[in-house]
């Protein structure tokens, strides 16, 4: 059974950094990708950064690319995303997720273990 549990999130000011953790026991020869989801309120669940376990390519969305970074430390199960140059629409409830079989890092469907979520909150 994989268990993800998150930490890190808060509130920062516009411009400032945030890093989240996820922390797996469990996934490091059962999945093949963990993810970042963020979601806000009447809003679907959406990818914005994702990591192969094995080779370790990442994925990112446009909103975000160049400004986050995503990395992991398989000995120790744990995946960080780095969230840099924060905009008020990066405010959102933030998940982390895990795969065994995921083909699109950023398609949430293909997910099968998530985090209990953070939240991220920009404003100034």
């Known amino acids: 059974q994989v268990q993800l549990v998150q930490s890190g999130g808060g509130s920062v000011q516009p411009g400032g950094s945030l890093t989240l953790a996820c922390d797996g026991s469990?996934?490091?020869?059962?999945?093949?990708?963990v993810g970042w989801f963020r979601q806000t309120p009447g809003k679907e669940r959406e990818g914005v950064a994702a990591?192969?376990?094995?080779?370790?390519?990442?994925y990112f969305s446009n909103s975000v690319k160049g400004r986050f970074t995503i990395s992991r430390d398989n000995a120790k199960n744990i995946v960080w995303l780095q969230m840099n140059d924060l905009k008020p629409e990066d405010t959102a409830m933030y998940y982390c997720?895990?795969?065994?079989?995921?083909?699109?890092?950023?398609?949430?469907?293909?997910?099968?273990?998530w985090g209990q979520g953070t939240q991220v909150t920009v404003s100034s």
């Open positions: 997720a895990a795969g065994r079989y995921v083909a699109d890092g950023l398609y949430r469907g293909e997910y099968e273990y």
């Open positions: 469990g996934y490091t020869k059962s999945v093949n990708f």
């Open positions: 990591i192969e376990i094995g080779g370790g390519r990442t």
